[in-house]
């Protein structure tokens, strides 16, 4: 299969504006501004089944027609902020593709007529940030950016925003706060960005990955991508694998390829011929899959991993072998959530921090049995509760990990002592 | 000098990103152009954003205090951050920084005698396929180091300190 996002893996130059474009790139979005309203741009990527690919699923052409047509300027922002542990996909897409990425950032903002994009990148995405700088100027010398493209009314300017270190600005509105110059904590929603967001106006918050499947919907039509993937999850994806396996990396797979094909096909399998025992298929924020032979076997998209106990997510997909005790990778993730949350909700901010104070009795201490409850207890107690997911996110391992390998556990408190 | 003077032209395209009746957006770029020359924010830099943006001083500060990869204080030259997170760790990240710890002779949050590096651990830098990897943030900027070794490592310092020492 010919590669859709990781193009540069077979046209390394891809990054060269004359190459990009000797490869058919901006074919779409000057199709999509010459040839098609936005309305037309908007059906299409509804009709190709396009989901979100940082991390909720939710369906892209139908984010796009909720924009509220009485209230103007809109805004597009790419979510290239890409923090959940597991994660290096987009990076990927932004490093050594870029101007696919930056023709999806275009078109989608053609469909919503918004005249102003913005890309907000993890503050340690620095040199990544001046690089897109670089392409946009290039793009802007070619006519592909800026005032009336293509000699019709539209006009566009796509301009880099660096975060500087939180994870939580990952979330979209908490994204939009930290863009308007404020502390990156979330906002209540409703109302969704699509009808308030940046600076009060309608926008469009897209994964980056996401935005870059664009061209080629709007390229080769709806029908062409849906060849990809499932009915209901149709398309491909960038799975990143990493942990215990002996070739981690991004794969551009079709959705509904199972986790065995990923793992021991296209990853290697498990190094030192030890055994396979959870998968995080979400990154940090997922329930543990017990990787028995089924659940090697069962295809990852939206639908089919919900039936093994845990969401597809941002598809970034950590391998756990045998060697690992799961209260260690625990404790990992619980330090994570507790140093990320922004705090400004009590559950959120108490629990992580209760949390922590007991995964360290029960590992590091002379925990007891009661006190692994009582952090399932508290675990249970934060969800539901949280302004955003975050909140719930921390509570995925900590949960899973209790119910699913509990003689983990029981070993940590038996061999426990005081330091 | 204040950032104007002294960044005139880095200035105005930062402001120029951002819609001219919403210029507080400028203020995390600002405190990266602040940071540059020192490595940190001092407090003069950060009166200056503020009177630049209209903003108060407590906003300002509330903003470095919020996000990671500001800092109001003086550390080493270098701050070397390494990744500890879960997919590095699986793949030995928590070793290499002892290892690391034990060569430099310091502890994680401590800087070398020399004031050249500020030894760190961070959170998942979307690096996790490269492990062990750190980054390595001064005034200037960030870089990735992958795929690392513990003796890769202390080469770098060796060549980033004669380099300090030449500009000197
Ligand atoms: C705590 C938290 C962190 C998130 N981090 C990211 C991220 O790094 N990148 C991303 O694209 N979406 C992230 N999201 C999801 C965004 O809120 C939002 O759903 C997404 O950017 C929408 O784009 P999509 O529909 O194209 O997926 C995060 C959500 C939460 C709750
Ligand atoms: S759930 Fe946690 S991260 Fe989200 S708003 Fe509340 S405190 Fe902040
Ligand atoms: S866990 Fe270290 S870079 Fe992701």
Redesign the interface.
């Known amino acids: 299969m010919a590669y859709i996002l990781l193009r540069h893996r077979e046209i390394p130059d891809i990054h060269e504006i004359d190459v990009y474009e000797k490869h058919g790139g901006f074919a779409a979005l000057k199709k999509a501004v010459t040839e098609m309203t936005p309305e037309q741009v908007t059906e299409e990527v509804k009709a190709s089944g396009l989901r979100g690919r940082g991390g909720a699923g939710f369906p892209t052409g139908l984010k796009w027609s909720f924009m509220d047509k009485n209230n103007w300027p809109h805004y597009v922002v790419a979510n290239a902020d890409?923090?959940?542990?597991?994660?290096?996909k987009?990076?990927e897409i932004m490093e050594r593709n870029p101007f696919q990425f930056l023709e999806g950032v275009a078109i989608a903002s053609y469909a919503v007529g918004a005249n102003?994009a913005y890309i907000y990148l993890?503050?340690?995405?620095?040199?990544i940030a001046h690089f897109l700088d670089e392409k946009i100027a290039e793009m802007e010398k070619a006519g592909y950016l800026g005032e009336r493209l293509f000699g019709t009314d539209y006009s566009l300017h796509i301009?880099t925003?660096?975060?500087?270190?939180?994870?939580i600005c990952g979330e979209e509105t908490a994204l939009l706060e930290?863009?308007?110059?404020?502390?990156?904590q979330p906002r209540i929603r409703p109302p969704f960005p699509p009808s308030y967001g940046l600076?009060g106006k309608p926008t469009v918050v897209n994964n980056v990955e996401t935005l870059t499947n664009v061209p080629y919907i709007i390229a080769n039509g709806a029908q062409a991508y849906r060849q990809f993937g499932t009915e209901k999850s149709p398309g491909v994806k960038i799975f990143?694998?990493?942990?215990?396996v002996n070739r981690?990396?991004?794969y551009e797979l079709p959705l509904g390829t199972t986790f065995r094909e990923l793992i021991f096909e296209h990853g290697g399998g498990i190094p030192e011929g030890r055994n396979i025992k959870a998968i995080m298929p979400a990154g940090?924020s997922s329930s543990f899959i017990v990787a028995t032979d089924e659940a090697l076997d069962t295809p990852m998209d939206y639908e089919s991993v919900p039936n093994v106990g845990a969401q597809l997510g941002s598809a970034s997909v950590?391998?756990?072998d045998d060697s690992?005790s799961m209260d260690w990778?625990v404790e990992?993730?619980i330090h994570?959530f507790q140093?990320?949350s922004c705090g400004k909700c009590t559950p959120c901010r108490e629990g992580t921090y209760w949390m922590r104070k007991l995964i360290e009795r029960i590992r590091h201490a002379d925990g007891t049995e009661e006190e692994v409850a009582l952090l399932k207890d508290v675990a249970m107690q934060i969800r539901g509760k949280c302004l955003c997911a975050l909140g719930e996110f921390s509570t995925m391992a900590v949960v899973s990990g209790i119910e699913r390998f509990a003689p983990d556990f029981e070993k940590a408190v038996a061999t426990s002592s005081p330091e | 000098m204040s950032l104007a003077e002294k960044y005139p032209q880095e200035v105005e395209r930062i402001l120029a990103k951002y819609p001219p009746e919403h210029k507080r957006s400028a203020v995390m770029p600002l405190l990266y152009l602040a940071q540059r020359e020192e490595g940190y924010i001092t407090k003069a830099a950060m009166q200056d954003v503020a009177q630049l943006l209209e903003m108060t001083e407590t906003e300002v500060a509330a903003i470095i205090g919020f996000y990671t990869l500001y800092h109001d204080k003086k550390e080493g030259k270098y701050r070397m951050q390494v990744c500890t997170d879960l997919p590095c760790a699986l793949r030995g990240a928590d070793q290499f920084l002892e290892e690391l710890c034990e060569n430099l002779g310091i502890q994680v949050g401590e800087t070398t005698a020399d004031g050249l590096i500020t030894l760190e651990e961070v959170k998942c830098l979307a690096a996790c396929d490269k492990a062990p990897m750190f980054q390595l943030q001064s005034g200037e900027g960030i870089e990735y180091y992958e795929n690392m070794t513990v003796d890769k490592t202390m080469e770098l310092i060796e060549a980033l300190r004669k380099a300090g020492k030449e500009v000197e």
């Not at chain 1, 863009?179 to 990156?184: A, F, I, P, V, Y």
């Open positions: 890409e923090s959940e542990p597991g994660t290096f987009d990076r102003r993890r503050g340690e995405f620095w040199p301009y925003h660096l975060g500087a270190g939180a994870y930290s863009l308007e110059g404020k502390r990156g600076y990143s694998l990493s942990g215990c981690p990396g991004n940090a950590i391998v756990i690992v990778v990992k993730t994570f140093h990320e």
